[in-house]
């Protein structure tokens, strides 16, 4: 792999051709690798949710995809609510079925059940093959939950560093470490030619 | 009080837009000591402001969806973090497209235009793509051929910075290169693959500085190209032309100027480009010498068409009828694969310049009994991509359930996805072009355009040989096909027309004023100081992308310009 250059020596590089702002992106991979956590605590005052809606779209994401309370995905959810109202709804409708149908499973809201209980409504409403008109509203529900919590998850730095994104740096050159190259050969069909 | 503001002297040189062409003409001209004025329709570009170069998702509340979540609704015209470069829909600026079409326009509104975000993929057209009559009796042939092109693309590639290596290939014909940049780990296994079925693979060539050039610094290798580049390491017209023209003294820019009409005198030159300025709404009018329109191939028609006068009742210098015809698009089509050789792969970064690293040149040119004419090329995607919103709803809706297992198979599928994306010629036909709406003017009073547009048998055919191909390809890498790679356009077996963005030969050149509109410096037949500088002067839309060659053919007609000049506009 390339050195990075260090952020004098870009700054002495890009100065020279009189180019570049002093806003490198140095800081970028360090922000990555620091992995740092999203989840603004209990001093949070959701924008676009209620406090019950909030906390159980923070349990809801965590089930989802287990960091997610950390990469910040309940108060993207709840920023993205406030700021649309098509968007506000499905998150509002949606939490809401839920609580209703554990009411009517369970006896509480879906926050309050058990975990057991919790999980047991999502087996049902996570997969399309559970269709059926009484949890259609729940599965397409859930559907967005996925989406938008992978989003979530998956473009914060606990999540970016879990999956192994290492770009967007500043680099001196570019090379493929052959370690990678060598992976990808030998288990391709053409390994012995 | 409706007053029209005019200015005095008249300037040497007016050229309207500053995209490719008309970044290239400016810059060309200045150079040689000419003062020249631009008009812009859109803003000024400030690159360390307007670029999202790197910034990384979590950095904006909303991730990148846009800030009322736009992107999950389907109504993100562009994604957040790229370049300001332009819209498909304008609000008070529409187009209308006949009932039997597909048509769908890109249109630019800022310094530098396309530039500051297009994929940089930089190709020379072939000997046979200037003589494409000649060669197999379809199309019409160029007014130039390539040996007289090959040295204006020298100082276009010498001046931009193309990555490249020498091959031999009539295909892709050799020009100035800067060294290549290695391949990614897909992009070697394609290669290896591709080998297997005969298709070559070789170096791309993009305007990305492998090598710092004129005062632009060297890559840094970030990958986020269609981000805009704030150090030009990637070129653009705005920072590698427009804003050293700027410096120079010699260039006059007017920004927020949508150029409403040409107006000519007794005489048949023009004398005056009246414009909008869009800030205050009002016809303003500047007295020229000269003018080149560059305002993209569709909009620089609709200037001329909208340039009507006694003597130019059809639209200025369009006596031949063919202002607006032979519209183009490149073909466009890709399929994504699964490549199980590349799951969960040791992470690095992948990034390089944006874009491609290796691409494959047309490799079937003297293949007898093809089902279609010319050809295409294919462009190679992969690789550990910056996670953005929508990256794994493919991954979520596929998988379905939740939890650590949902985690899991998504780490491991990451990086193992490839898309081979192709884009090839079409052939001009009678069916494709652009024509004044008489029912609708836009938010200025400037009649619009309505676009009829119709891939022939050619194009159809070919976009199937593009599916055949990729399959194989995918299958000879031990991969499945997951499915159309774009299918928001290219759901119906080939792109929708004007979705790949290389629209051009709408206001053709040739020898002959009775079918064509300019000549061969692609100055208008019946308009002795009127020059085109964008893809509507071109007679093909070869498959190489059309950039490169604006540049080379604006540059081109700048000097010619600034010779007639010299001798007092013969």
Request: aromatic share 10%; glycine share 10%.
């Amino acid at each position: 792999m390339s050195d990075n250059p260090t952020r004098r020596d870009l700054l002495i590089a890009f100065t020279a051709t009189g180019l570049l702002t002093p806003a490198l992106a140095q800081h970028v991979h360090e922000a990555v690798t620091e992995a740092k956590s999203l989840d603004p605590g209990a001093d949070y005052k959701p924008k676009g949710l209620t406090d019950h809606e909030y906390q159980t779209m923070r349990k809801l994401a965590e089930l989802i995809v287990p960091g997610a309370t950390d990469s910040g995905a309940a108060e993207f959810i709840d920023f993205l609510s406030s700021r649309n109202d098509k968007m506000a709804q499905i998150y509002t409708g949606g939490l809401a079925w839920m609580d209703q149908e554990a009411k009517h499973r369970y006896g509480s809201d879906w926050l309050s059940a058990k975990e057991a209980n919790q999980t047991a409504l999502l087996d049902l409403i996570a997969y399309r093959k559970n269709d059926s008109p009484e949890i259609r509203p729940g599965i397409r529900f859930f559907a967005w939950a996925r989406n938008m919590v992978l989003d979530a998850y998956y473009t914060s730095p606990i999540g970016m560093k879990e999956i192994g994104f290492m770009g967007n740096q500043v680099l001196s050159s570019f090379s493929v470490p052959d370690e990678a190259l060598q992976y990808a050969l030998k288990r391709s069909p053409f390994a012995n030619s | 009080m409706f007053q029209i503001q005019r200015t005095n002297t008249p300037a040497d040189v007016v050229v309207i837009g500053s995209g490719a062409g008309g970044g290239t003409v400016v810059k060309v001209l200045t150079d040689l000591g000419i003062n020249v004025t631009l008009l812009e329709a859109g803003p000024m570009l400030n690159p360390y402001k307007d670029f999202k170069e790197h910034t990384l998702p979590y950095q904006v509340d909303h991730r990148g969806s846009g800030e009322q979540a736009q992107s999950y609704f389907g109504q993100q015209q562009w994604g957040y973090f790229a370049a300001p470069n332009g819209y498909w829909d304008i609000p008070g600026e529409p187009y209308s497209v006949s009932p039997d079409s597909e048509f769908s326009w890109f249109r630019s509104r800022i310094m530098g235009g396309r530039t500051n975000h297009y994929g940089r993929i930089s190709l020379r057209f072939s000997d046979y793509d200037f003589k494409s009559y000649s060669f197999d009796g379809l199309g019409t042939d160029w007014p130039v051929d390539y040996a007289e092109m090959s040295p204006w693309y020298d100082k276009a590639e010498e001046f931009i910075g193309i990555t490249g290596t020498r091959e031999g290939l009539r295909t892709a014909p050799d020009g100035v290169f800067l060294p290549p940049i290695p391949p990614r780990v897909h992009e070697t296994v394609i290669q290896k693959a591709a080998a297997k079925l005969g298709i070559p693979v070789i170096p791309s060539r993009m305007a990305m500085l492998t090598k710092s050039v004129h005062g632009r610094a060297a890559c840094h290798y970030c990958g986020q190209c269609g981000r805009g580049c704030k150090t030009a390491s990637a070129f653009s017209s705005s920072q590698a032309m427009i804003f050293p023209a700027m410096k120079t003294g010699r260039l006059t820019v007017i920004t927020n100027a949508m150029a409403r009409e040409l107006i000519v005198d007794k005489s048949g030159v023009v004398t005056a480009v009246s414009y909008v300025d869009k800030n205050t709404r009002t016809e303003q009018q500047i007295r020229c010498k000269r003018v080149v329109v560059a305002a993209s191939a569709c909009e620089s028609a609709r200037l001329l068409l909208n340039s009507k006068s006694a003597l130019f009742p059809n639209g200025l210098a369009n006596g031949s009828g063919m202002v607006g015809r032979n519209l183009t698009d490149s073909t466009g089509y890709s399929l994504a694969g699964h490549i199980p050789a590349f799951e969960n792969m040791p992470r690095h970064n992948s990034d390089g310049i944006g874009g491609m690293h290796l691409y494959i040149p047309w490799w079937e040119l003297d293949k007898k009994n093809k089902d279609f004419p010319r050809g295409y090329h294919v462009e190679l995607g992969g690789g550990f991509g910056m996670p953005g919103v929508g990256s794994f709803h493919g991954a979520g809706n596929k998988y379905e359930g939740y939890g650590q297992g949902l985690k899991n198979t998504i780490r491991q599928n990451y990086g193992a996805t490839v898309e081979l994306s192709g884009r090839g010629e079409m052939i001009p036909n009678q069916h494709s072009y652009c024509e004044i709406d008489s029912t609708q003017v836009d938010r200025f009073g400037i009649p619009t355009l309505r676009f009829h547009f119709r891939w022939s048998e050619h194009e159809i055919q070919q976009a199937k040989h593009m599916h055949n191909t990729f399959t194989n390809i995918i299958e000879a890498m031990g991969g499945k096909v997951t499915g159309i790679a774009h299918p928001e356009r290219e759901a119906k077996g080939v792109s929708v027309g004007g979705t790949i963005i290389h629209e051009a030969g709408t206001v053709r050149m040739g020898d002959d004023p009775k079918t064509s509109v300019l000549d061969r410096w692609c100055r208008a037949h019946e308009v002795k100081n009127l020059y085109v500088a964008d893809a509507a002067p071109f007679l093909g839309n070869p498959d190489k992308n059309v950039t490169l060659t604006i540049v080379a053919l604006a540059w081109r007609t700048a000097e010619h310009l600034a010779a007639d000049m010299k001798k007092g506009d013969a």
